[in-house]
């Protein structure tokens, strides 16, 4: 059984079509890294997943069960955009308010336990409109925690958080995941996205281009040789004359993204007077994949 | 892997929980306290400076009532205004208490709350009737801070307190009870304008005059028909009152409560809620 299960899913605004004929496909269990363009549907989508915006056509099912059911949307822990906290009460006031809402009898040892888990216990007693962007963000993590979810959607859950902070969102994630729990998490820092998912989905233009595992991931990566030479210029012009696709990249290294080996690629660049200070193969990630699936290469 | 199990609570274990929260946040906001004290303020001010000498000309206004319960209701039901006097009673709560449920609203969906509780296994029908409740419970503590007001204000002005006691306190209840009505006309025309904070102020307030009653009763004269609509009734529940005058009062804004809840629901249910 999939946590998610979305058939040609459409969501019309007016005369913009936000989503046309979506297909999405979450195993439980799974880190999902929604990933797409600024407009492309993601935050539609977990919206319509979420029942905060209605559907125009297609089917969306949680568990086998139909999107809208109560009895799921009850074992759903959301955070989409910010937190809707209330600015004038204390961090601790709304997270109280939010455990009334789920019900949840134990209210103040849970509180306590997802406060913790996102490091935010010392915090309690601010006023939440007192809080910096980070903390708004693990407060909204440590809210859509509450009650023990069985499905999170976090959209843009990481944006605003420093190092420690994604550091400790990344810990959170995983090991919420190893308990069984479905995460779909959109972002557009996809190194980090990349440390943490299972699993992902590419959607453009309000349809899904692609999902796959980590590991299709991993295998769908291209590898290239990648070298450093006193004169990156000519090396380039060199090399360009040779292989299809040449690329500097923003380190001051040379990408050979052609089937080729060091060995040859060392043979060459010898042949041709340069010198060669360092050489090595590597893979392309999430971050460049994505951008060359965007670009059609 | 097995098929998950999953159990959500029930309709009263869910509008408890939500009316807890409505209550807490209710209690927590100064603006509640700052709308009682307008209930109370307003009627203590019209009744302290009513016959106030006139510092230039040294002339007395002529006071705009004979008796002080007059600030509460009128002798009659006049769906007329002619003067202000007519107007000037406990039915003003009606129109503050709509610009309170206005802000209440309004703060739901500034701050992101709505998202956060419809992502629950809230519904939409638990939302209109529990901001319903708590509107209809602010608003008969207005009446009650007005009736305060009224009360202190009157015994320094030396008009006449002569009342029939039980038509008074019938009068105060059926207004109370009227307050269930408003609230929800007012938390019905929040959903419809739930993206518009102004224009839901500014509907509240036209509806909460009365001003559509008023007109009607222009053109067609004061008739007890009226009284099928949330304004007619208030206007009913006058310093003559009897026990009809409840039982109108009770029915009018159970059946409206009803009516705008249901309607509420429907369109909550049929719209993007965030």
Redesign the interface.
Known sequence: ?NAIEIKGLTKNFKEKQALCGLDMTVP?GAIYGFIGENGSGKSTTE?II?????KSSGSVKL??KEHTD???????G?L??????????SVW?NMM??A????IHNAEQEVVKVLKLVRMEGAAGNKYKNCSLGMKQRIGIA?ALLGNP?LL?LDEPINGLDADGMRIMREVLINIAKSGTTVVISSHILGELEKIATHYGIIRNGKMIKEMTAAELNADCRTYVALQTKDLSRTKAILSCKYSRVEEDEAGYIRVFDTVTPEEIVSYLYENGIVIKEIGTAKIGLEEYYIDLMEGK | MNELNFKSPTFFERLKGMLGVDFYRLFHTPMFYIFLGIAAIIPAMILGTMGMENPQTGATAAPLYTNVWHIIAAEMPLYVVKNIADYAHMNMVFIFGGIMISIFIGHDYKSGYVKQLFTTHAKKQDYILSKTIVGAFSMACMCVTYLLGAVGAGLFTGISIKINVSSLVIAIISKMIMSLGWASLYTFLNIIFRRYFGVSIVSCFFFGTGILIIGAAAIFGNSSVLNIFLYGSSVYACLSSNIITLLVCLVCSVVWTLIYTIAGTRILSKCDVY
Do not use: H, W, Y
């Not at chain 1, 979420?50 to 209605?54: A, M, N, P, S």
């Not at chain 1, 109560?70 to 759903?76: G, K, N, Q």
């Open positions: 059984m439980v919206k979420c029942g905060l915006i209605q568990f086998g109560p009895d799921i949307r009850a074992r759903l959301v989409i955009e910010a937190p809707g906290c209330f600015s004038n009460m006031n308010l939010q009334a809402n789920l019900d809210m069985t959607v």
